[in-house]
Nanobody, 121 residues
Framework: QMEVEESGGGLVQSGESLRLPCTIS???????EDWYRQAPGKQRELIAR???????TYGDSVLGRFAISKDNAKNTVYLFMNNLRPEDTAVYYC????????????????WGQGIEVTVSS
């Protein structure tokens, strides 16, 4: 199995930036790493994904403001959040998709506990 842990959350003001690191541990072969968020009373939303080949995709709500990157040597994926808005307030979750070489047909995943980001007006 693999384990995921987010950090770097907190309270910021509108227009400011924040970086969220996510550390990944375990022996699986990573297919992709993702960031989701869930605002109060709303569904969990995929906001960014980076593949094992470093290709990226973004949700429409954050496109142009957020960026995802990874440092394989540090086993860390980052979410860079720029020009934050009050509507970005949510719990942010890191997620990893992976397989084991001996059983590549079965895709597995793991979630972090989530970390709060609050953006004030």
């Amino acid at each position: 199995q693999m384990e995921v842990e987010e950090s770097g959350g907190g309270l910021v003001q509108s227009g400011e930036s924040l970086r969220l690191p996510c550390t990944i541990s375990g022996t699986g072969d990573i297919i992709a790493e993702d960031w989701y968020r869930q605002a109060p009373g709303k569904q969990r939303e995929l906001i960014a994904r980076i593949s094992s080949g470093s290709g990226t995709t973004y949700g429409d709500s954050v496109l142009g403001r957020f960026a995802i990157s990874k440092d394989n040597a540090k086993n860390t994926v980052y979410l860079f959040m720029n020009n934050l808005r009050p509507e970005d307030t949510a719990v942010y979750y890191c997620h990893v998709e992976y397989v084991y070489s001996a059983d590549i047909i079965h895709r597995l995943d793991a979630w972090g506990q989530g970390i709060e980001v609050t953006v004030s007006s």
